[in-house]
């Protein structure tokens, strides 16, 4: 979880990113560098190659639209469907997994280390173009241009200049790739740089596949002076030649981290928690002020039979009743948590509900001011977990106040509806 949390405090400090005609090359798990690998974790920094020709295009439609019985059977199966979604109420609702994903920030970190991406300049060997901003557009146009189409070479920044954004830095990257129309991959791995000791801007690594050097050159962008060289036998660092530059961008790793230590995830995590009622709003609804009791038809109508694909006749046009496909064995409870006499209410069905049914208690709202310190007091109240109503769930069951309990009697859904005077007047005879 430690490393989850670092991955996402690396994207928060690292802002949005909008990638083109650049690459985030990886860390690889087994670099010497572990230090780097192992403080970002999933490292966001995955070897994603981005070219123009890669660049996003608009989504394919589907091929065909479903067909009138399709339509129809999939509206049928909808309705039918609720009776299943209900119970399943206990695996898939938003306020649960909040209270989960609350739980999980506490949790250790685990053990599991990250998946490791290919390469994206290919599983062979490589050769490694290293570059700054300090050597000028012109130079890194003409590097772009001479390279063009020749596989397994990339060229690699160690990062953004001071000051720049990363979607700035990274239109910028992606401009170069524009103007020269050039189809070589630009990288940014600062973990490239720290691996063969790049200190000086150009340089020229031929790397094996597990990304040890083969032979490097510092001051040159020549590929070739260093093919030459190892065909000549000479390999490892062939040492400095011409006028090298300094590298104007700083180390990203070092950026991330320092960004990261100046991160407060304890404030993080509570405005988090902070915002999620606002967002979780439920569906609220009135107070009964008299006991009422209706009965709801859950029927649906199916327009046409519903075939399979052999055309055999899967339903038959007509009325169908959820309740004959499946028995409902839920008790719904519906309150408004803030009052008191709901909860005691909920309390109550809950300790009378009987053998072979499960009871699912539902808030129809928690006022952000409120909030979780109202939704965990509920929970301890009733001694079960407490959901948030859905607005359709409300409408399909007829749930019109609070507070209402739903069953169901052979063929129908009973929803019960209890007034605070009643309630009262048992509770204190």
């Known amino acids: 979880m430690v490393k989850t949390l670092r991955v996402s405090a690396l994207a928060a400090a690292l802002a949005g990113l909008s990638l083109g005609g650049v690459v985030f090359a990886s860390d690889n798990p087994a670099s010497e560098n572990s230090q780097g690998a192992n403080a970002l974790g999933a490292n ?91 050597l000028g557009e012109a130079a890194l146009e003409d590097i772009l241009r001479r390279y063009d189409g020749q596989p397994g070479v990339g060229v690699v920044f160690r990062g953004i200049p001071d000051g720049v954004r990363m979607v700035d830095a990274m239109t910028r990257m992606h401009r170069l790739t524009q103007a020269t129309e050039s189809q070589v991959p630009v990288l940014l791995d600062p973990l490239a740089f720290r691996r063969h000791g790049i200190q000086l801007v150009p340089a020229v690594v031929i790397e094996r596949p597990d990304e040890s050097a083969v032979a490097k050159v510092v001051g040159i962008d020549a590929v070739t002076y260093v093919e030459e060289a190892l065909q000549q036998g000479r390999a490892g660092d062939l040492g400095t030649l011409g006028s090298p530059s300094d590298i104007l961008e700083p180390d990203l790793m070092e950026v991330a981290k320092a960004r990261i230590e100046g991160l407060d995830f304890a404030v993080m995590k509570q405005r988090a928690l902070d915002r999620f009622w606002h967002v979780h709003t439920g569906h609220a609804l009135p107070t009964a002020t008299e006991n009422a009791t209706r009965q709801v038809d859950p029927s649906v109508v199916i327009p046409q039979d519903i075939l399979d694909a052999e055309g055999k006749v899967v339903a038959q046009a007509g009325r169908i009743n959820p309740l004959h496909v499946r028995p409902f064995d839920q008790k719904l409870v519906v309150i408004d948590p803030t009052q008191p006499w709901q909860v005691a209410l909920a309390q109550r069905e809950q300790a009378e509900h009987g053998r072979g049914l499960t009871v699912t208690v539902m808030a129809t709202q928690i006022p952000p001011e409120a909030g979780w310190p109202l939704f965990e007091r509920t929970q301890q109240a009733i001694d079960a977990p407490l959901y948030l109503l859905p607005g359709d769930l409300a409408r399909r069951f007829q749930i019109q106040k609070t507070p209402s309990v739903v069953t169901a009697e052979g063929e129908v859904f009973v929803v019960r509806e209890f007034a605070r005077a009643e309630e009262e007047g048992n509770a204190h005879p």
């Not at 280390?113 to 700054?132: K, M, N, Q």
Request: proline share 8%; aromatic share 4%; charged share 25%.
């Open 44 to 134: 966001p920094l995955g070897a994603n190659v981005y070219k123009p020709s890669d660049l996003p295009a608009t989504l394919l439609e589907q091929a065909s639209d479903l067909s009138r019985q399709g339509r129809a059977g999939a509206q049928a199966l909808t309705d039918r469907g609720e009776l299943e979604w209900v119970q399943g109420l206990s695996r898939n609702t938003v306020v649960q997994a909040a209270q989960a994903q609350r739980e999980a920030l506490d949790l250790p970190a685990r053990d599991t280390a990250p998946a490791e991406r290919p390469h994206p300049l290919g599983e062979g060997f490589r050769t490694l173009i290293f570059v700054s901003r300090s």
